[in-house]
């Protein structure tokens, strides 16, 4: 009977496990795909109003699928909203302005540096030891997102404030990932008002920079700006969140699984927009294969 429970138990944990790597994976390939359907589908707005359209789209759903839950919010809950929203509005704001100012490779790869800020607040705010086999395999893939984005070539490198802006995005991404954990609040409702907060603190933002509220000129933008607010940005997010929360003391395993979000996008570059591989992407696809097959397993 004590082995019967024993099984049960480790087929459960195991189960856990799995739908953890399943929402992390849907997460990362949304998030892939997301830049390239960003220049696309948005043609005629600035990245500043962009980035408001599709985090209000994504935050007026989430919440609306909730609404039976608004009457639970809280003082906590909303500090904790505050807090997820600012730092979104930092992440898309900075990502997207150093996409807008300098090579999209060189954005890639300072922003999938997230990861590494990702584990560093999940020790410092969640208590989660870094193991040194995690460390190996992080250095690994980020090694390999150099490759991959960037092909070694920083001859005409400097360090400039679209650089800045995106490291601030990569900082900002870990950082809410984690504190979503530590707030110990169901994800998809703290993910939808933190959105609409995050589209309050954009629009401020584009209006300190002397803007007006625009509308896309086309009636195909308005879909992709629903898209991109409702699957990469609101589910995307909530799924990373929920696939952190269900991995426990695994989460450096699934954090790893960020460093496939580059290599998928430039594959779908290569595939829709007839971008040639090199030497360098093929070597850094392999080491970011190579360091998932080293993360830490229980």
């Not at 795909?33 to 589908?41: C, H, M, Q, R």
């Not at 195909?220 to 607010?229: D, T």
């Not at 929920?242 to 460093?259: C, G, R, W």
Request: hydrophobic share 60%; proline share 2%; glycine share 6%.
């Amino acid at each position: 009977m004590g082995r019967k429970r024993m099984s049960d138990s480790v087929f459960l944990e195991n189960n856990k496990l799995f739908l953890a790597y399943l929402f992390a994976f849907l997460a990362v390939l949304s998030w892939a795909t997301a830049p390239l359907l960003f220049k696309i589908g948005i043609k005629s707005l600035s990245f500043d109003l962009a980035v408001f359209w599709f985090l209000l789209f994504g935050g007026v759903v989430l919440t609306a699928i909730n609404l039976r839950r608004i009457i639970d919010i809280n003082r906590k809950f909303l500090f904790f909203a505050l807090v997820v929203g600012v730092a979104t509005s930092v992440h898309y704001l900075g990502y997207l302005n150093g996409i807008m100012s300098q090579q999209v490779s060189l954005s890639i790869a300072i922003a999938k540096t997230s990861p590494i800020f990702q584990a560093i607040f999940a020790g410092l705010l969640l208590g989660a030891g870094i193991k040194k086999r995690t460390a190996l395999s992080m250095i690994t893939c980020f090694v390999g997102v150099i490759f991959v984005t960037t092909n070694l070539q920083f001859q005409a490198f400097k360090f400039t404030s679209a650089i800045i802006s995106t490291l601030a995005a990569a900082i900002a991404w870990g950082f809410l990932l984690i504190v979503m954990i530590k707030s110990e609040q169901d994800e998809i409702l703290l993910t939808g008002v933190s959105l609409t907060f995050a589209a309050i603190f954009t629009l401020i933002f584009s209006i300190l920079q002397g803007k007006n509220i625009a509308l896309p000129a086309e009636n195909s933008e308005w879909f992709w700006l629903f898209y991109l607010g409702v699957a990469p940005t609101a589910v995307g997010v909530a799924l990373w969140a929920k696939a952190l929360k269900m991995a426990d003391k695994m989460v450096h395993s699934i954090i790893i699984l960020d460093y496939l979000t580059p290599v998928i996008g430039v594959a779908a570059c290569i595939i829709f927009l007839k971008e040639k591989i090199s030497f360098w992407f093929i070597m850094g696809f392999a080491l970011v294969v190579i360091g998932n097959l080293l993360r830490d397993k229980k």
